[in-house]
């Protein structure tokens, strides 16, 4: 949403303001109209589409809390599965142990899952690479085994998981059923979030964290605190997957170790590169590839639905090499030179100032692009 | 409104069993009355099952039970009706159950589900499918939860439960070992909890201190050596292995090895040649007793029964990729025969409400694959299809099957 066009006019530019207000104001227009489809979607289709839609908005969000951290922090993580499951966990115990409302969950799901992440994300500080990779790994692989340990079955309720109310419908909207209610809850909550993804990669303190990205020594030398920003991004990256576990606990109703294998963390990890690293819509792409294209390779063959789902992974790669971002980035610039053929007053300004700050965000895109 | 017609109806639906079931059994053809998924060609039967994840390896359940209804097409249907069985693959996890039987239930419109497999994956399905009146027939998972019409009036377990099973061992120990001292050992999660409760039910009070030892393991432990030498140390002349295969056979062998000769009695989960006592040593496993329900396949002893040849042939015919030594190939075309006598006993009432009011009035049914004697019954108030089991005593080379049926029922 806070893209390279919205950063240009924060810095002032003048000259082609006309132009980059008309691309804002396309821009907007595209997220109103996508945000008035997302309204419409469960008054069209059937209950369990609506199911579905909710789990593509869900895992969705706990992509976008896994691109937080590797797409715009570059840390990898294989093991956002253990996050997720953690939130589930905390609401599904809140709300059955404890008799808490399902809205008031949401909130303790994040922070537990933002100070688990914290203190992920100090030993993160003195690991890179494919080594914070491994211990992320570590973390999913050890998350079903803890959920079954006995000295916590009192709380997690063991292999047999814990069987979570439905989310009623509030009184004041009699009109709606239960899959379109939670499906506009997690509408909403999910709008929220990407807001505050967005706010916060377009804000200065989002600049630091892709710096780090970039070059962590010259961000250091910038005067960036980079281990209090990567820890701080870990966190967040692990609050926003963690409400989205939090979610899926209330959309599915059940929560089990089963439910939290590392195939979640490899899922996310896959939605995350083919939406596109760096990408905040990318992330609603991922969550509809990881929801549907194995449904989609069953449909192709029983026998060789891993087969069929590996074709449609390369297919995708080869299609769009850098997510469904990237693509759309692309398409979008065709587009773009297309009009400007067409409208070459628009040209005719030269624009001294904006052209070295359109080039850094050439290369960032770049190198995001390479990562 | 709804809700309203909803809880009258869940209130009703036990009562309308009690009454009506065991009279409509044989229910004569009426006029026609179908549910979702039915037309006068075709009945669509909904299912869930691992074919890819960790536990695909069970999945030859599931496509043995698709083996079989595609023999009962080919032999023309049920009342003329072919099966539609459509199956998808949930990779053994509850999210992924949960959408597809909601896929099942609202965009393909099955009449109801059948044999879908795994604990927690129906655990998941528990509610929805009882809060939408849709039939969960015939589990595949021993958790003895399944048989509770009383609150869960549309799910129906198939094989014998891990509680039954217990309260066996306990009958069994309390006719051939009155001096009992007993050692249980279990896994410490639901699954061995409740083969624990089993066999405390089954000595009931009076007997229930002849269990000294109550012996835990995770299934990440490195050995159960410690749990037996504590055993043999607390004087129990009885150990009641309940272990999965690899466990199960470390006792064994640790038992043999410190030279303690209990009564032995092993689990139905644990006891297979193959899998439990040649790793542990055929030797140190004669006099082992255990209980069976369905033949095993790799037994020589069945090789001219009936049952097995049926079952030879049809997996011959009808399924030739699946292993003729997995227990799982009998299990699954055993689930989808129980679905079959539903249907047939349904005649054509094919509603939901007919469905599981048949599968509750299942009475002396039997299987090619079942021991011999043991039957299939169901009534209103007792959904645990399979109760009965036979004990068998391990001589070296093979289960060797003694004494009468026994029956370890529940409640």
């Not at chain 1, 890179?128 to 050890?142: K, S």
């Not at chain 1, 576990?245 to 929560?255: M, N, R």
Request: aromatic share 10%.
């Amino acid at each position: 949403m806070t893209t390279p066009q919205q950063e240009t006019v924060a810095l002032g530019v003048a000259a082609p303001a006309a132009r980059q207000a008309m691309r804002l104001q396309t821009r907007h227009w595209v997220l109103a109209g996508a945000i008035a489809v997302a309204l419409v979607l469960p008054f069209v289709f059937q209950g369990f589409v609506v199911f579905q839609l909710t789990e593509v908005l869900i895992y969705g969000l706990a992509i976008l809390g896994l691109n937080l951290m590797t797409g715009f922090n570059g840390q990898f993580s294989v093991g956002h599965g253990a996050f997720f499951g953690v939130g589930a966990y905390v609401t599904a115990i809140m709300m059955q142990r404890w008799n808490v409302p399902y809205y008031w969950t949401l909130p303790p799901a994040g922070i537990v899952c933002f100070v688990v992440g914290i203190l992920f994300g100090l030993p993160a500080l003195r690991l890179r690479g494919l080594y914070l990779a491994l211990v992320t790994f570590a973390a999913a692989v050890a998350l079903p085994q803890l959920l079954k340990f006995h000295g916590l079955e009192g709380w997690t309720g063991g292999v047999q998981g814990i069987v979570v109310n439905q989310p009623d419908v509030p009184a004041f909207l009699p009109i709606i059923d239960a899959d379109q209610w939670l499906y506009l809850f997690t509408l909403a909550i999910t709008l929220l979030m990407f807001w505050g993804a967005s706010n916060l990669t377009g804000s200065r303190t989002g600049r630091a964290i892709m710096a780090i990205r970039d070059h962590e020594i010259a961000a250091a030398a910038m005067g960036i605190n980079a281990p209090l920003y990567k820890t701080l991004t870990f966190g967040v990256s692990a609050l926003y997957t963690g409400v989205a576990g939090a979610l899926s606990a209330l959309a599915v109703q059940f929560v089990a170790p089963d439910s939290f294998s590392l195939f979640v963390s490899i899922n996310f990890l896959v939605g995350l590169i083919l939406g596109g690293m760096g990408s905040l819509p990318g992330c609603l792409f991922g969550g509809l590839f990881v929801l549907y294209v194995p449904n989609i390779a069953e449909s192709l063959s029983r026998g060789l639905a891993g087969v069929a789902y590996g074709v449609i992974m390369l297919l995708v790669i080869f299609v769009m090499p850098s997510g469904a971002a990237g693509f759309a980035r692309y398409v979008g610039g065709l587009l773009a030179r297309h009009r400007e053929v067409e409208l070459p007053a628009h040209r005719a300004t030269p624009n001294a100032v904006a052209r070295p700050a359109q080039r850094v965000e050439h290369q960032r895109a770049e190198s995001a692009e390479n990562d | 409104m709804k809700h309203l017609t909803r809880r009258t109806v869940l209130a009703a639906a036990p009562a309308a069993l009690a009454f009506g079931g065991p009279l409509l059994a044989p229910l004569p053809a009426r006029a026609k009355q179908y549910g979702p998924g039915v037309t006068d060609h075709e009945i669509k039967v909904g299912n869930t099952g691992p074919y890819s994840g960790p536990a695909s390896s069970y999945g030859t359940v599931n496509k043995a039970e698709a083996a079989y209804y595609k023999m009962i097409n080919a032999q023309g249907g049920v009342n003329g009706r072919k099966i539609n069985f459509v199956s998808y693959d949930d990779a053994y996890t509850p999210p992924k159950t949960v959408e597809m039987t909601r896929k099942l239930v609202e965009e393909d419109h099955v009449l109801f589900v059948a044999g879908s497999l795994g604990t927690p994956t129906n655990t998941a399905i528990w509610r929805y499918m009882n809060e939408h009146k849709v039939p969960q027939l015939f589990v595949g998972t021993g958790a003895t939860k399944w048989d509770d019409p009383k609150h869960h009036p549309w799910t129906i377990g198939w094989q014998p439960n891990y509680q039954s099973e217990g309260r066996i061992y306990a009958a069994y120990v309390l006719k051939n070992k009155p001096d009992a001292v007993i050692g249980v050992l279990y896994q410490d999660d639901d699954f061995g909890k409740d083969y624990l409760k089993g066999v405390l039910d089954g000595l009931g009070p009076k007997h229930a201190s002849m269990v000294k030892v109550k012996a835990t393991y995770e299934t990440t432990d490195a050995t159960v050596d410690s749990q037996v030498v504590q055993m043999k140390s607390a004087g129990c002349n009885v150990i009641i292995n309940t272990a999965i295969e690899k466990f199960a056979a470390q006792a064994i062998r640790k038992a043999a090895q410190i030279e303690w000769k209990p009564l032995h009695v092993l689990s139905g989960i644990g006891n297979s040649v193959a899998g439990t006592l040649k790793p542990a040593g055929l030797e140190n496993s004669k006099g082992i007793v255990s209980d069976f329900f369905v033949k095993d396949p790799t037994d020589p002893e069945w090789h001219n029964d009936a049952g097995y040849k049926w079952w030879v042939g049809f997996m011959d015919k009808w399924y030739p990729e699946g292993d003729k030594t997995d227990g799982a190939n009998v299990y699954g075309p055993s689930v989808a025969a129980t679905v079959i006598q539903v249907l047939k006993q349904c005649g054509s009432t094919l509603t939901r409400e007919n469905v599981i009011r048949q599968a509750a009035s299942l009475h002396h049914f039997t299987v090619p694959m079942l021991l011999p004697g043991i039957t299939i019954n169901t009534t209103p108030t007792d959904f645990a299809p399979i109760k009965q089991v036979q004990m068998a005593r391990f001589d070296g080379e093979r289960w060797q099957l003694f004494g009468p049926l026994l029956n370890g029922a529940v409640g």
